[in-house]
Each structure stands twice: as C-alpha cells, then as structure tokens.
C-alpha cells in the first residue's frame, strides 16, 4: 500500500496564498507523477497541476501563472504553492501519485483531502 497525507488547507481571503504539501509513504519503489486534483460541491474532480519525476509539469488553464508544483524526489513529496486566489479556487483538494511498489506492480494513490476555502 502506498500512502498519501497531504497538509496545508485551510480559509484565506481572495488573493491570498496558501501552500499545499503531500507527503507519500509505503511500499515504494519508483514515483513517476504527482500532483493535485480538486473536486468543489457538486462538480468533477478535475486536475490542477501533476509534475513527474523529471520536471515536466500539466496544469489547469484556470491556476496558470498563480499556482506552482515542486517536488521533493528523494522525499517523495508535493508542493503546490497558491498565490492570488480566488473564490472559485474554493474546493477539496487531493494529492495523487502513481508510480511502481516493485518491478512488478504498479500504483495509483490518492489522499484524503484537503479543504481550501477563498472568502470573497
């Protein structure tokens, strides 16, 4: 089992910042992309931004130029920093990992979940 636990949410005012961490943990052995998802009441979980092991980052239009991913390869840990956020930045944000548990056997974690709350 590969365990997820991120850290971090929380309530801010519109165009605060908040820093999100993910911290991965279990049998690992190889940790190809992380990142973070958010789901709000009553919508999809979609993505916000995933980096893999060498740097390459995917992110949603809507944080482009606000939010930041960084990782932590030999900590297997995600960053994702929020600057000037928004109401509708308002949701419950994972943490996701996929990689390899050995040679073998593959994995696709998620955390628990974290609110993040932007007051207008």
């Known amino acids: 089992q590969v365990q997820l636990v991120e850290s971090g949410g929380g309530l801010v005012q519109t165009g605060g910042s908040l820093r999100l961490s993910c911290a991965a943990s279990?049998?690992?052995?190889?940790?190809?992309?992380m990142g973070w998802y958010r789901q709000a009441p009553g919508k999809q979980r979609e993505l916000v931004e995933v980096?893999?092991?060498?740097?390459?980052?995917t992110y949603a239009d809507s944080v482009k130029g606000r939010f930041t991913i960084s990782r932590d390869n030999a900590k297997n840990m995600v960053y994702l920093e929020m600057n000037s956020l928004k109401p509708e930045d308002t949701a419950v944000y994972y943490c996701?990992?996929?990689?390899?548990?050995?040679?073998?056997?593959?994995?696709?974690?998620w955390g628990q979940g974290t609110q993040v709350t932007v007051s207008s």
């Open positions: 996701y990992a996929q990689g390899w548990k050995n040679s073998l056997q593959r994995f696709t974690s």
């Open positions: 279990g049998s690992i052995f190889r940790v190809n992309d």
């Open positions: 980096i893999t092991n060498t740097g390459a980052t």
